[in-house]
């Protein structure tokens, strides 16, 4: 396991990241290794227009919502360049996403102090929960460009969750509902054996064998 103090260093006199991979982990620069279809899931890569798009929040919140588009697009947004860890293995470095950091959105609908874990459920029906402490990191954001660029279907426009600490399947693509709930509960992968937790650093990718 890293040390926290060597994971991630940031040299803001010349403006570039350093990079200390967590265990297990290599770089790639291949995009298309994003586009993994999730066997089980339906449908395959929705391609939902900004009209069509809805975002639910709901439960232990004072302001319950649902926001359209233009809405999102009200809230205050910007950039986080972070790394992107797939629990394959392979790591795309220095991805710069663009939009709303989930603390943001927290504050926005007033979260109530008996909220502990948040579930997302996704216009694929995709599922997967973290732990509220965990989503109020700097760099978790609902992200919706990417290196400039609008973030393509393929890699979960027109918006999709991002958390640098965890393995992928905690980023939620294609996003439609945001609860906050007391207790936590399993998602898509993490009910086929994933773990639930997901550190990176810890080298944390299963609770038990997959299959």
Known sequence: MESSDSRKVEDKSSDKRQHVLPPGQRPTKNILRWNIDHPGIKPQNPNISHDEWALTVSGEIEKPVKFTWADFMKLSAEESISDFHCVEGWSVLDCRWYGVKFKTLCDFVKVNE??????FRCYDDYTTSLDLETLLSNDVVLAYKLNGEDLPVPLGGPLRLVVPAKYAYKSALWVKEIEFTRD???GFWEKLGYSDTADVW??????????
């Open 184 to 186: 936590s509960k399993l």
């Open 202 to 211: 810890k080298n944390d990718r299963y609770s038990r064998p997959r299959w």
């Open 114 to 119: 008996n909220a502990k874990n948040v579930f």
